[in-house]
């Protein structure tokens, strides 16, 4: 089994290198040599995992946090679009919300369930927006959520809680906007908080945005809060850990194939935790695209 390890080593508070090694020794010792890339800048993944793509590799593997595996992702797909070789994560970020959907437990748990070469084929999303089009496998938020993200990045340190300090933060400056929205060719209007278009249950490591969507069903999964005030807003929040946020007056969800979105004002996008393009935006699914080790 030919292996290859794309590390970040400055994911989870610099703990990418050391994460890699103990994995490189549980792979070893089940005969498994596997190589080690390092990214040296950000972006840098999207280079190694394309050019990964046209070798024998029987495993690409992430070792980080959700924005290096969308990095990973989004190279992938520039060096072969029919995804050959199957990807496995060794979550080692801040989040970590995506690798949380598979209930990845110890590195021995997880690097044996890459040694045991099972794979699930889990959708992907293709997001086009003016000027470019990027792949994201957990979620693609605008509007209040993007700027909590935003936010976060500078208490980063402080892993899952730097969520919490963007929303306590963000919302002082809470505002509405109006929103044109096509969910497969139905139209909507709405005086508009965020929208957040989900591959998966969770988001800022455990918090359930989209408590019923499934990485395989070929949907995405589109929640929507409408405008609400900050009173409102923070009492809410607490709901958001068990998925009940969904039951406040002000939200909804909705599944889809196809998402258009377009907000009055431009909008930056954040998928997976990175922010890349803004709106408008055309989203759509790509249903079992990618083969994960599971």
């Known amino acids: 089994m030919k292996i290859l390890m794309l590390v970040n080593p400055n994911a989870g508070q610099k703990k990418g290198t050391a ?9 070893e010792n089940s005969g ?75 590195l021995e748990d997880t690097v ?21 089009l990027f792949y994201f496998i957990n979620l693609l938020g605008f509007g209040f959520v993007a700027d909590v993200a935003n936010k976060a990045n500078d208490f980063k340190s402080l892993g899952a809680l730097s969520y919490v300090i963007g929303v306590l933060i963000i919302t002082a400056k809470l505002s509405s906007y109006h929103l044109e929205l096509e969910i497969d060719g139905q139209k909507y209007e709405r005086d508009n908080c965020f929208v957040e278009i989900c591959n998966s249950t969770k988001t800022g490591g455990d918090m359930l945005m989209a408590p019923m969507a499934k990485i395989d069903d070929g949907l995405l999964d589109v929640i929507i809060l409408n405008k609400i005030n900050r ?12 998925g009940t946020h969904l039951e406040l007056p002000e939200a909804e969800a909705l599944k889809a194939k196809k998402i258009v979105a377009r907000p009055e004002i431009p909008k ?27």
Not at 19 to 27: G, P, S, V
Not at 273 to 293: A, N, R, S
Request: hydrophobic fraction near 40%; include cysteine.
């Open 112 to 132: 044996q369930r890459i040694i045991s070469g099972n794979t699930i084929k889990v959708d992907l999303g293709k997001c086009e927006f003016p000027g470019g």
């Open 19 to 27: 994460t890699a090694i103990q994995a490189a020794i549980i792979f």
């Open 268 to 294: 930056i996008l954040t998928p997976d935790g990175e922010f890349k393009g803004q709106t408008p935006i055309t989203v759509t699914v790509l249903p079992q695209k990618i083969k994960i080790f599971a």
């Open 231 to 242: 009173r409102r807003l923070l009492a809410a929040f607490p709901k958001i850990f068990k």
């Open 32 to 106: 498994i040599k596997p190589e080690i890339k390092y990214s040296q800048k950000p972006g840098e993944m999207i280079q190694l995992s394309q050019n990964a793509l046209h070798e024998s590799w029987d495993g690409i593997i992430a070792v980080g946090g959700d924005g290096t595996l969308f990095e990973i992702i989004n190279g992938m797909m520039q060096g072969d679009e029919s995804l050959p070789i199957p990807l496995g994560i060794i979550p080692v970020g801040t989040g970590n919300s995506f690798s949380r959907e598979l209930k990845l437990k110890s």
